[in-house]
């Protein structure tokens, strides 16, 4: 198992089932994008800093918590904020082709952005027109 702390620091899908977060954390949106040497997947985390950061891998599985800077003055007083307030989870089963020990990392303007190498060769898709 990789854990990643920062301390310095395109196709859409819905969630399964199994990949949401628990019920204290919020779902982030996110994109992935297939590099030529990588994959590239953004994710959306408006409000947190790279202190918050936590990035865990186990074998296939890439877990990203995000979690807020809570400021907040003594005399404010929330209502109904409680999801805005959230902090972020998002769970990927990504693959066996992914190199995750050398994963690159970037925060800027609330979007966190990986990028996760491939081992070897990316694969190369075929020519239908080939096919025998």
């Not at 089932?17 to 959306?44: C, G, K, M, Y």
């Not at 990392?105 to 990986?114: A, C, H, K, N, S």
């Amino acid at each position: 198992m990789n854990t990643t702390l920062l301390n310095n620091a395109t196709d859409t899908r819905r969630l399964s089932a199994s990949e949401r977060p628990s019920p204290t954390f919020a779902t982030s949106h996110f994109d992935t994008q297939s590099q030529e040497n990588a994959l590239r997947i953004l994710v959306w985390v408006p409000g947190v800093e790279t202190s918050g950061l936590e990035i865990t891998t186990r074998e296939t599985d890439l877990t990203i918590t995000a979690r807020k800077s809570q400021v907040v003055r003594r005399n404010w007083q929330a209502l109904h904020l409680e999801s805005a307030q959230k902090d972020y989870q998002l769970s990927l089963r990504l693959g066996r082709n992914l190199d995750y020990s050398n994963l690159q990392v970037e925060l800027r303007d609330g979007v966190l952005t990986i990028d996760v190498p491939t081992l070897g060769r990316p694969p190369q898709l075929l020519d239908p027109s080939r096919a025998a």
